[in-house]
């Protein structure tokens, strides 16, 4: 069974930084991973995208304030949050996919870790 496991959410006030790391097994490091969030109330949408090779997308909403990464090494991936906004709070998830064209909708990731709650407080 394939676990993905977050961490580093919390609150911060709006300006602030925090970055999130996901745990994965060395299988998913070759795929697709991706950061998508779930605000209250509202769908999941994806934020960042980093393919195999290493080439990132972000979502308009967070570009120039989020960096995604990867260590293959220590088999994590992490997103650097920079100049939060309060509506950056949401839960945010970690996931994988197999895929070709590194990105698109949660239904097309295959596997996912259980969330961490990003709180910025204005």
């Known amino acids: 069974q394939v676990q993905l496991v977050e961490s580093g959410g919390g609150s911060v006030q709006a300006g602030g930084s925090l970055r999130l790391s996901c745990a994965a097994p060395?299988?998913?490091?070759?795929?697709?991973l991706a950061w998508f969030r779930q605000p209250p109330g509202k769908e999941r949408e994806g934020v960042a995208f980093?393919?195999?090779?290493?080439?990132?997308t972000y979502s308009d909403s967070v570009k120039g304030r989020f960096t995604i990464s990867k260590d293959s090494a220590k088999n994590t991936l992490y997103l650097q949050m920079n100049t939060l906004k309060p509506e950056d709070t949401a839960m945010y998830y970690c996931?994988?996919?197999?895929?070709?064209?590194?990105?698109?909708?949660?239904?097309?990731?295959?596997?996912w870790g259980q969330g961490t709650q990003v709180t910025v407080s204005s």
């Open positions: 060395n299988l998913v490091m070759n795929y697709c």
């Open positions: 996931a994988a996919a197999n895929l070709w064209i590194c990105g698109g909708a949660p239904n097309k990731f295959d596997y």
């Open positions: 980093i393919s195999l090779g290493g080439s990132t």
